[in-house]
């Protein structure tokens, strides 16, 4: 059998990255991403208005400990007797701004430095791709998980590991969609007239790629989330004061029979992450509703 | 003829292959200003190649491009030097050739912007609408609202803010239908004129450029089999090529004539140089 003579240089970015099992929506996909939108924006303002709507101090050790919900607390008490719906109101404000941060850095980055690449090719080009080739040849996972770990954990640490391995994939985007228009006749008439490099890019290039891009930031926010939740889990992240989702549910694996510790923030991620998957599905139909990849909507928009 | 705006020595266009294809074989060419040169030629014969490499958009594997008294580099990632902004191209896809996401008054707007940091006198962006025969009030409007005949005026207008000494047309009407084909062609000639421009008009269609060029250039293989004024060769065509060109024109007379057809023994005597077909000049 031969393979197709499709190399990794190509615009799909499906290909580029290791897939995430992906829900078909069809014709749901604008009404689930409304409603993802909905619940996206609830958390987002439960994330700035935390310290406003918490009934308890979510570090306070004040309440009897282990308490199901029901007794005075919606969600409980942990093993310290601090209030659980405070602390998953207060892990909002933790993972959420910070994955946000994530999802903005690694596109920033990645995009900057595929756009370099794919203008300049050459030397720099390769350069630049052998690193993500790099990087990406590791399971993200495990290999946030060594950065992590080697940095020492804290939150800033898990943010930087996450970041180090989430920015190739946006560069490798960026690459191959500045390659496409690279030669196209309005880039090139725009060089005519005598347009520096960054003003190709600025003016005839970025505005034209940046529907792709957009679309893998959304669909990254949920695995963001995903991947800082789990550095936290596993106790490479947030410490220990901190209400995180993660290290919320680490914990209540030593309570197991208290239920309510880690259904909850599991709760809360679970929500979250379907919220801004369905938006980031929904932005991408909307972009190309031909087909369930963004492979030929990049480069036509 | 004094210094021309444009000349090109012994240019080589080569594509990698095994063996490399050279679409371009040794071609020399001189346009002043004010002159309209066509060049014509069957697809893949080397126009479009010559023209980017002209422009500097294709690698030349040996020869030399003078805009004026400077040297055209191939474009790359370094800015385009000012002068050589008076070296302008229209497109043969006119969708492909405006940006979709801006204004085209702004992109008229850039050319506008060359031709000032080149020092020349600057323009409105709606005036060169209106000159190109568009709506003024147009300025505002997205490339996907136009049509492709108007996609291609917009183009041309673009270039022509930039104000240039020559103008190069890589098949600015091809993709045009009939009726505008023609209308688009007069008006290039008659703005570059008006702007004392030259122009290097590419295109397959000998009836129009018999009505646009004043100097025509014959090209089969990567060379140029014959050249000179448009009139003479319309008549008196010399060199084989240019005959079986000619002859595959259809003629609206009414008798019902098919064109001809050229046989593949023809093209054996296309290749061959004639020296006498080159450079005519009297009728």
């Given at each position: 059998m031969t393979l197709p003579t499709v190399t990794t240089d190509e615009v799909d970015p499906t290909k580029l990255r290791w897939r995430r099992p992906r829900l078909r929506l069809g014709r749901w996909s604008a009404p689930l991403g409304i409603a993802g939108a909905a619940v996206a924006l609830i958390w987002v303002l439960v994330a700035i208005l935390a310290p406003l709507i918490e009934p308890h101090d979510p570090l306070a050790q004040n309440l009897p400990i282990l308490q199901a919900p029901g007794h005075g607390t919606l969600m409980g008490t942990d093993e310290l007797g601090r209030d659980v719906f405070s602390r998953v109101l207060s892990g909002a404000s933790v993972t959420i701004p910070l994955s946000l941060l994530l999802v903005v850095m690694s596109v920033l980055i990645g995009a900057v430095l595929g756009a370099i690449a794919g203008f300049i090719g050459r030397w720099v080009d390769e350069l630049i791709m052998r690193i993500t080739d790099l990087v990406m040849a590791f399971p993200t996972v495990i290999l946030a998980m060594v950065i992590a770990a080697a940095l020492g954990a804290s939150?800033?640490?898990?943010?930087?590991?996450?970041?180090?391995?989430?920015?190739?994939?946006?560069a490798r985007l960026t690459r191959g969609l500045v390659l496409g228009l690279r030669q196209s006749n309005y880039v090139v008439s725009g060089q005519l007239l005598g347009f520096s490099a960054l003003k190709s890019l600025w003016r005839d290039i970025a505005p034209n790629i940046l529907g792709p891009i957009l679309v893998l930031a959304s669909l990254d926010i949920g695995t963001a989330i995903l991947l800082l939740s789990g550095l936290s889990f596993l106790g490479l992240g947030a410490k220990p004061p901190t209400a995180e989702w993660g290290s919320m549910v680490s914990d209540a694996v030593q309570n197991f029979d208290s239920w309510w510790l880690g259904l909850f923030p599991g709760l809360a991620i679970l929500t979250v992450v379907v919220a801004f998957n369905f938006i980031g599905d929904a932005l991408r139909d909307a972009l190309d509703p031909k087909s369930n990849t963004l492979r030929g909507g990049g480069l036509t928009l | 003829m004094t210094v021309p705006v444009l000349s090109t020595s012994d240019v080589v266009v080569e594509y990698r292959g095994r063996p490399p294809l050279r679409a371009v074989d040794g071609v020399s060419l001189a346009i002043g200003a004010g002159e309209v040169v066509a060049l014509v030629g069957e697809s893949g014969c080397g126009k479009s190649s010559l023209a980017r490499a002209v422009i500097g958009i294709e690698k030349?594997?040996?020869?030399?491009?003078?805009?004026?008294?400077?040297?055209?580099?191939?474009?790359?990632?370094?800015?385009?030097?000012?002068?050589?902004?008076?070296?302008?191209?229209?497109?043969?896809?006119?969708?492909?050739?405006?940006?979709?996401?801006?204004?085209?008054?702004?992109?008229?707007?850039?050319?506008?912007?060359?031709?000032?940091?080149?020092?020349?006198?600057?323009?409105?962006?709606?005036?060169?609408?209106?000159?190109?025969?568009?709506?003024?009030?147009?300025?505002?409007?997205?490339?996907?609202?136009?049509?492709?005949?108007?996609?291609?005026?917009?183009?041309?207008?673009?270039?022509?803010?930039?104000?240039?000494?020559?103008?190069?047309?890589?098949?600015?009407?091809?993709?045009?239908?009939?009726?505008?084909?023609?209308?688009?062609?007069?008006?290039?000639?008659?703005?570059?004129?008006?702007?004392?421009?030259?122009?290097?008009?590419?295109?397959?269609?000998?009836?129009?450029?018999?009505?646009?060029?004043?100097?025509?250039?014959?090209?089969?293989?990567?060379?140029?089999?014959?050249?000179?004024?448009?009139?003479?060769?319309?008549q008196d065509p010399i060199h084989p090529y240019t005959q079986a060109l000619l002859a595959a024109i259809p003629v609206p007379d009414g008798a019902g004539r098919l064109p001809i057809t050229p046989q593949d023994a023809d093209r054996l005597t296309w290749t061959e140089a004639i020296p006498e077909a080159l450079e005519r000049t009297a009728p």
């Open positions: 939150l800033f640490n898990a943010v930087l590991a996450a970041l180090i391995v989430s920015w190739p994939s946006y | 030349r594997a040996s020869g030399s491009v003078r805009f004026g008294t400077s040297d055209v580099p191939v474009l790359g990632i370094r800015r385009r030097p000012h002068e050589l902004t008076g070296m302008q191209m229209v497109f043969q896809d006119p969708n492909s050739s405006l940006n979709p996401r801006r204004r085209v008054g702004d992109q008229i707007g850039d050319g506008v912007s060359a031709a000032l940091a080149r020092g020349e006198a600057g323009s409105d962006p709606a005036e060169w609408l209106e000159r190109v025969g568009l709506d003024p009030g147009a300025a505002r409007s997205y490339p996907h609202e136009f049509s492709g005949g108007q996609k291609q005026r917009i183009a041309i207008a673009r270039a022509l803010a930039a104000r240039p000494a020559m103008l190069v047309a890589d098949e600015p009407i091809s993709a045009l239908d009939a009726s505008t084909q023609t209308s688009v062609a007069a008006l290039m000639r008659a703005l570059c004129l008006d702007a004392g421009a030259g122009m290097l008009f590419i295109s397959h269609d000998l009836s129009v450029v018999r009505r646009i060029a004043d100097r025509t250039l014959v090209m089969y293989r990567g060379r140029i089999v014959e050249s000179g004024h448009t009139e003479t060769i319309w």
